[in-house]
């Protein structure tokens, strides 16, 4: 990303932005599973919403960050920004983080294959439809309160309210996990934040309690993203970067891929009931992981 700046055309910046695409997309499943090797059982928890809050609270600062540095300094400076990454390489490396072992080769043996866990399948469903609300709020925030006469201004502090609950919801989320378990955590925050979002959605008034329900609903809504990755990794232990990916890139993919259904259905009934609806899908994921089970069946148990 750093070198966009220098792309000479359309196509050369495309392949830029899809090498960082496909960096960020093999880092975050690695990093999680590495954070979920090396940290202790009791804690897992509130270090991995550790991990998940560090990269919310820099995907909420950085739009900020760079639009300053680039004002001072100019798009062709952005290489500079490489170097923190280069020290952490460093780093990383001499620490020995390459050299853990991520795969336990006797859990192979113990638990059932990613494709004949249900209960992987139905967390993974439970999470995509949490992120279809997710990415359609602050999405469709700012055309909804731009079509009702608010200032832009409105919709980029709402939005940045919502995204820093977000980073707050991790480190929360966390340490529900470590005190409720995985399950418990997520049903209670995903039950909290139907009615959060029903109402702030509802009203059209912008009241202290709209801001209160909608930095609930932030803070639910990413505040099981650490349970829903540990929850996985336990399931299918011997696959944990694997299903690291499906709790932060697949799940959250195919939730982004559904704004299109709130989009195609604000065309027909408004954007404001459109949005009101996708608040079901969320409803819809509190049923589903209520199902899980907490503890996967064995190999032996699973069906042939």
Same mark, same amino acid.
């Given at each position: 990303?750093? +070198?966009?700046? +220098?792309?000479?055309? +359309?196509?050369?910046?495309?392949?830029?932005?899809?090498?960082?695409?496909?960096?960020?997309?093999?880092?975050?499943?690695?990093?999680? %599973?590495?954070?979920?090797?090396?940290?202790?059982?009791?804690?897992?928890?509130?270090?991995?919403?550790?991990?998940?809050?560090?990269?919310?609270?820099?995907?909420?600062?950085?739009?900020?960050?760079?639009?300053? +540095?680039?004002?001072?300094?100019?798009?062709?400076?952005?290489?500079?920004?490489?170097?923190?990454?280069? @020290?952490?390489?460093?780093?990383?490396?001499?620490? #020995?983080?390459?050299?853990?072992?991520?795969?336990?080769?006797?859990?192979?043996?113990?638990?059932?294959?990613?494709?004949?866990?249900?209960?992987?399948?139905?967390?993974?469903?439970?999470?995509?439809?949490?992120?279809?609300?997710?990415?359609?709020?602050?999405?469709?925030?700012?055309?909804?309160?731009?079509?009702?006469?608010?200032?832009?201004?409105?919709? #980029?502090?709402? @939005? %940045?309210?919502?995204?820093?609950?977000?980073?707050?919801?991790?480190? /929360?989320?966390?340490?529900?996990?470590?005190?409720?378990?995985?399950?418990?955590?997520?049903?209670?925050?995903?039950?909290?934040?139907?009615?959060?979002?029903?109402?702030?959605?509802?009203?059209?008034?912008?009241?202290?309690?709209? *801001?209160?329900?909608?930095?609930?609903?932030?803070?639910?809504?990413?505040?099981?993203?650490?349970?829903?990755?540990? *929850?996985?990794?336990?399931?299918?232990?011997?696959?944990?970067?694997?299903?690291?990916?499906?709790?932060?890139?697949?799940?959250?993919?195919?939730?982004?891929?559904?704004?299109? /259904?709130?989009?195609?259905?604000?065309?027909?009934?408004?954007?404001?009931?459109?949005?009101?609806?996708?608040v079901a899908p969320l409803a819809l994921a509190v049923i589903i992981a209520v199902t899980i089970p907490l503890k996967e069946k064995s190999i032996a148990d699973a069906p042939s």
């Amino acid at each position: 990303m750093c +070198f966009v700046g +220098f792309a000479p055309n +359309f196509f050369t910046l495309a392949i830029l932005v899809a090498l960082s695409g496909l960096g960020s997309s093999v880092f975050h499943p690695l990093g999680s %599973t590495l954070t979920n090797k090396v940290t202790p059982t009791h804690n897992k928890g509130v270090l991995m919403s550790l991990f998940i809050a560090g990269g919310n609270v820099g995907f909420a600062v950085a739009p900020v960050c760079v639009v300053l +540095f680039l004002i001072k300094f100019g798009i062709t400076s952005l290489p500079w920004l490489i170097a923190p990454s280069i @020290i952490l390489a460093l780093i990383y490396y001499f620490h #020995g983080l390459h050299r853990i072992n991520i795969v336990n080769v006797s859990q192979i043996t113990e638990a059932v294959p990613w494709y004949k866990s249900s209960s992987l399948i139905k967390l993974n469903a439970v999470m995509a439809l949490r992120a279809w609300i997710q990415t359609a709020l602050p999405n469709f925030l700012p055309l909804l309160l731009a079509t009702e006469g608010h200032p832009p201004t409105l919709a #980029g502090t709402m @939005i %940045t309210v919502f995204l820093i609950s977000g980073a707050c919801g991790g480190f /929360i989320g966390g340490w529900l996990n470590d005190k409720l378990g995985r399950k418990t955590c997520i049903v209670t925050l995903l039950t909290v934040c139907v009615p959060a979002l029903i109402y702030f959605i509802s009203n059209r008034e912008i009241t202290p309690l709209s *801001w209160a329900m909608l930095i609930i609903s932030g803070i639910a809504l990413q505040g099981v993203m650490p349970s829903s990755i540990v *929850w996985a990794q336990d399931i299918i232990p011997h696959s944990a970067a694997m299903v690291s990916g499906m709790m932060l890139g697949l799940s959250f993919g195919l939730g982004g891929a559904s704004v299109a /259904i709130t989009g195609a259905a604000a065309d027909i009934i408004g954007l404001r009931s459109a949005l009101l609806w996708t608040v079901a899908p969320l409803a819809l994921a509190v049923i589903i992981a209520v199902t899980i089970p907490l503890k996967e069946k064995s190999i032996a148990d699973a069906p042939s």
